[in-house]
Nanobody
């Protein structure tokens, strides 16, 4: 099973950009669907974005469409989340996740998770 480690979180101001990275080790991500989720205090974990290796398609949660971009570099075994025009409501712990097969936005279908990285957006 691939181990996933997120990095790149931090404290930024509203309107800023931030790029998160998720590095895989112990296996390849090239044949996995990779997803980003987030969880704010007191809220359920929320789907943010996913990149399916099947057909190279990407999908986004409604709250981040047009602002966030998911991408991957299979040579580096890494997936990224470029976050633009950040808002205070984007504040959360961001998790990278992986699953076999095609894309879903359902948290329970992802069986491999990183430890998370905190993103805080001040107003």
């Amino acid at each position: 099973q691939v181990q996933l480690v997120e990095s790149g979180g931090g404290l930024v101001q509203a309107g800023d950009s931030l790029r998160l990275s998720c590095a895989g080790s112990g296996g390849t991500i090239s044949t996995l669907t990779m997803g980003w989720f987030r969880q704010a205090p007191g809220k359920e974990r929320e789907f943010v974005a996913a990149d399916s290796w099947l057909g190279s398609s990407t999908n986004y949660g409604d709250s981040v469409k047009g602002r966030f971009i998911i991408s991957r570099d299979n040579a580096k075994n890494t997936v990224y989340l470029q976050m633009n025009s950040l808002k205070p409501e984007d504040t959360a712990v961001y998790y990278c996740a992986a699953k076999s097969g095609s894309y879903t936005s359902q948290t329970k279908t992802y069986d491999n998770w990183g430890q998370g990285t905190q993103v805080t957006v001040s107003s």
